[in-house]
């Protein structure tokens, strides 16, 4: 007689022990909890499951976790290597695909490639000014906070958080105000897991639209940048591209943005400095990414060969999932202060290291600043321990941060009309100008009034602020693989830029 392999899919092909399922509700309740069970039950590597039917081993300890970042030679992050979906453990429709699988991006390639890849990433990133930038967050900010001021309470997830950073890439990308629904759409679906295989294909349809759109205009923005790069990328790396900078700058943003908000209001140990004035945020932002980083479980790598790490046997082309929050709060750096150290593994290590790591603690710095400055009797309307946690194994997310506050005064910038007319040289849509009485329209539609749009030809040029916001500066030089976790703190600027166009905050201003 001769045995018979099992088909793939099948319960025989399954391992006997798919691990702890870090999709559930328990774990998105208390991670901390889970962490420390596994690291008792399994040590510093523990086999949990993904999404069912999607298994990982996580790498739950510091040194573990340097290990894989650090150790390209043997840990891949190309997952054409992941066999279970190519032998059909994993079906093509679990929701861990659109965030493990291969895309020719810089994210999942090693080697030369990563770096012809990662040099188009970092030369357009190093082109956008940081003073514009902040000039952009902090009108943003200003528009989404005078939506609810007068109310005196908000969720600061679904009014403020959510929007702020899509707002913020929409302009930086070039990015057609209508398509900002649709970008939502697709990013969130990835990372809730919910319906995920649609809402990719919503997510790379959008995308598509932009770079034919870009490849027939390109403006002073970093989708056109990226195109005009010496790496020369085909329309298929520029899509993927962008699916990985705008996947990294919203979701990730947007709980970096409501974790320190959280931090700041729930912990007394920031909130006694709230009403003095004192606003400790780069603190807590530091607190954040060592004990609740935004992307709690990611860096996926494959074992190019069997390897033994910390004791344990990895098979090749297993998925070695790095889980930055357990590494952060590895019992072993329990004597390390974490006040100004940055020397977590928010940002990853190595040569995949985040190449954002300044603009995006930018972004979340001046969100909480402005908001804090704006709304400073700002409290929780809810106790601590009643806050709601989304659930996904990869990010760390809340559900809604519901506040009450005094209610005030919307700000000058909500009272002073934008210009509509002005010819500058910053990120532009080409999808034609909105009229005076559109935008006025527009901004009283719903509920909740939604932020006018400016004239699509109207750019970045503000008056006020004597120049371009953007750095028209030529082609981009060569650029290097950065290795460092942490990134200085920005400085001080002052405000520039133009309030960026959109189509339709309706859905988010009610929580949506």
């Not at 970042?69 to 659109?98: H, I, Y």
């Not at 900078?245 to 912990?267: H, K, V, Y």
């Amino acid at each position: 007689m001769t045995s018979q392999t099992p088909p793939p899919g099948c319960p025989a092909h399954q391992p006997q022990h798919a691990g702890f399922p870090l999709y559930s509700q328990e774990f998105a309740t208390d991670p901390a909890d889970v962490y420390a069970r596994l690291r008792a039950t399994y040590g510093p590597l523990a086999p949990v499951e993904l999404y069912p039917g999607a298994t990982a081993t996580l790498a739950l300890s510091y040194q573990a976790a340097l290990e894989v970042l650090r150790s390209p030679e043997t840990f891949s992050k190309d997952s054409r290597r992941w066999k279970g979906l190519a032998d059909g453990r994993v079906s093509p429709d679990n929701p861990t695909v659109p965030m493990m699988a291969y895309r020719p991006n810089c994210l999942f390639s090693d080697g030369d490639a990563h770096d012809r890849l990662r040099g188009a990433v970092t030369d357009s990133l190093d082109r956008v000014d940081p003073n514009a930038l902040r000039g952009y967050i902090e009108r943003g900010a200003d528009r989404l906070i005078d939506h609810f001021a007068a109310r005196g309470e908000a969720d600061l997830v679904g009014e403020y958080a959510r929007a702020l950073p899509l707002l913020v890439f929409n302009e930086l990308f070039g990015s057609p105000a209508h398509f900002g629904d649709r970008l939502v759409a697709g990013m969130s679906g990835i990372f809730d897991g919910v319906d995920a295989e649609r809402a990719n294909a919503e997510l790379t349809a959008t995308l598509l639209e932009l770079v034919a759109l870009k490849r027939a205009s390109p403006g002073a923005d970093v989708t056109s940048w990226l195109m005009a790069h010496p790496a020369a990328l085909n329309d298929e790396e520029m899509l993927h591209h962008l699916v990985l900078l705008m996947g990294a700058g919203t979701e990730p943003q947007l709980n970096l943005i409501s974790n320190t908000l959280r931090l700041l209001l729930s912990d007394d140990r920031f909130g006694g400095d709230l009403a003095g004035g004192s606003l400790p945020i780069e603190d807590a932002l530091d607190e954040v990414l060592w004990t609740d980083p935004p992307m709690a479980n990611y860096a996926v790598h494959f074992p190019i060969r069997d390897v033994d790490l910390a004791g344990v046997r990895l098979p090749e082309g297993e998925p070695v999932v790095v889980s930055f929050a357990a590494a952060n709060t590895d019992p072993a750096l329990a004597g390390v202060s974490r006040t100004g150290n940055r020397a977590h593994l928010a940002w990853s290590a190595g040569p995949h290291a985040c190449p954002a790591q300044g603009p995006a603690r930018l972004i979340a710095s001046v969100a909480v600043e402005r908001l804090l400055d704006r709304l400073p009797d700002l409290e929780l309307a809810v106790k601590p321990d009643e806050l709601v946690w989304r659930p996904g194994p990869f990010h760390r997310a809340l559900a809604a941060l519901p506040v009450r506050f005094p209610p005030a005064t919307v700000s000058t910038a909500l009272a002073t009309p934008l210009a509509t007319n002005a010819t500058t040289n910053g990120p532009t849509s080409t999808t034609g100008s909105t009229s005076t009485a559109e935008a006025t329209a527009a901004a009283t539609a719903g509920p909740h009034p939604v932020v006018a749009a400016a004239d699509s030809t109207a750019l970045a040029s503000d008056p006020a602020s004597g120049g371009t916001p953007w750095s028209p500066t030529a082609a981009p030089s060569g650029s290097t693989l950065p290795v460092a976790t942490s990134t200085p703190r920005p400085g001080g600027s002052t405000r520039t830029g133009r309030w960026p166009r959109w189509s339709s905050l309706v859905a988010w201003l009610r929580g949506r």
